[in-house]
């Protein structure tokens, strides 16, 4: 019953950490997503996210959440017209981060929607643990 519980908890442990990265990326995305290039022509700061996969646990024998990488968002960079800014072209149009912030709150959304799921996990293992060490006391 404890190697259940045990496989659970690193499960869990897992996820936990794999959407705390998510959240983070996001919050990066947030903070750059007015971050333009410093020179004319120059690339902005381009979106990016996490890719999740799954990874055996040899300690529980357990497939865990896995972040097997982090990738840039190959879509195309939004244009402004802003002729005044340092990283305008000739025409005037500076290329902005291909960062929409009503998908990024989207996606932070569901990325703490994930880690409380996965902390509920964590405590309800703990409770279960500790009715079992209760269970074993009263014997």
Do not use: C
């Not at 997503?33 to 022509?41: D, I, K, N, Y």
């Not at 149009?93 to 291909?98: A, F, G, H, Q, R």
Request: net charge neutral; no cysteine.
């Amino acid at each position: 019953m404890t190697d259940a519980l045990t496989q659970s908890l690193r499960i869990a442990a897992s996820g936990l950490q794999a959407q705390s990265l998510r959240l983070r990326v996001v919050a990066e995305n947030l903070a750059n997503s007015e971050s333009a290039g410093s020179t004319p022509g120059a690339d902005p700061y381009r979106r990016r996210s996490v890719v999740f996969g799954a990874e055996l646990d040899r300690l529980s024998g357990a497939e865990v959440v896995d972040v097997t990488k982090v990738v840039g968002d190959p879509s195309a960079f939004r244009r402004e017209f802003q002729p005044g800014h340092p990283a305008a072209d000739t025409n005037g149009y500076v290329k902005m981060p291909n960062v929409n912030p009503i998908i990024e709150l989207a996606d932070m959304k569901q990325a703490n929607r994930s880690y409380e799921a996965n902390l509920q996990v964590i405590r309800q293992t703990r409770d279960m643990l500790s009715m079992t060490i209760d269970l074993l006391r009263g014997q």
